[in-house]
């Protein structure tokens, strides 16, 4: 199963083990990114100074395969530095992708022969990309990363919820006024179908708008697929759903 755009950076900022070393740590990790038990870990990483950085590893642990390597800022992992080297399943260069500030900016693409697959430049409003065959030709219309998307764009996904939402379910749950946010995670495979619909954020005080934003996505049409590298691959996605009750203004006397 692949999913992409999600070079293994992680994002955690909980605390971690520490090696012998004072200038290195460890970290277990599950197949969500979330810091685990050695026992129970798909991934490991392992982080030593470098400069004024930190410079880490990631492993898978059943093969102790490589799976990226690269500078982070500082010990929270959240802002990678520079670039970064990412691979595939079996420890072969997929992609490098470079960081300004933490921020993504560029990523090239290889053949598993090492010659460049493709490149995309992300910009503050539109993207740049291009693909080349292994012999060098550039490819038209060649499209590099595009995440899964609802058929109609977001105009349609706003028409879908629209039509088929219960909105008054924060209203029969006894909600006070206010928003309730939702996020719902699923996979869209490579046909477009939808699977392993789960809630991920629940409102503690509307636990059933959790239960009717899972249904909604269950119950509706197949997605668009994600696309990398020109071809169609497996994606999680992950959709927010906003629920508002408003109190209703006092009627005068």
Aim: aromatic share 12%; proline share 4%; hydrophobic share 30%.
């Amino acid at each position: 199963m692949k999913q992409i755009f999600l070079p293994f950076i992680l994002l955690l900022t909980t605390t971690s083990a520490s090696l012998a070393q004072q200038d290195s740590t460890i970290i277990y990790y599950s197949s969500e990114g979330r810091e685990t038990t050695v026992d129970s870990a798909f991934a490991y990483s392992v982080y030593r100074t470098n400069g004024n950085a930190w410079y880490g590893k990631t492993y898978t642990v059943k093969t102790q395969t490589i799976q990226s390597e690269g500078d982070y800022a500082e010990l929270n992992w959240k802002k990678p530095l520079g670039s970064f080297k990412n691979y595939d399943k079996d420890g072969v260069l997929d992609n490098i992708s470079v960081y300004n500030n933490g921020k993504l900016i560029e990523k090239t693409y290889y053949y598993k022969s090492g010659k460049k697959k493709s490149h995309m430049f992300y910009g503050d409003s539109s993207t740049e990309q291009k693909g080349w065959d292994e012999d060098g030709n550039e490819i038209p219309n060649f499209i590099v990363e595009r995440e899964a998307r609802f058929k109609g764009g977001l105009q349609g996904w706003s028409k879908y919820l629209s039509k088929h939402l219960n909105s008054n379910v924060p209203l029969d749950a006894g909600a006070p006024a206010g928003d309730y946010v939702t996020e719902v995670s699923f996979l869209v495979n490579k046909d477009g179908y939808i699977s392993e619909v789960k809630a991920i954020q629940v409102p503690a005080k509307c636990k059933p708008c959790a239960a009717e934003s899972v249904r909604v996505i269950m119950d509706g049409p197949n997605w668009e697929p994600a696309i990398q590298n020109n071809q169609p691959v497996v994606y999680r996605q992950k959709q927010m759903i906003t629920y508002q009750v408003v109190e209703a203004k006092k009627k005068k006397d």
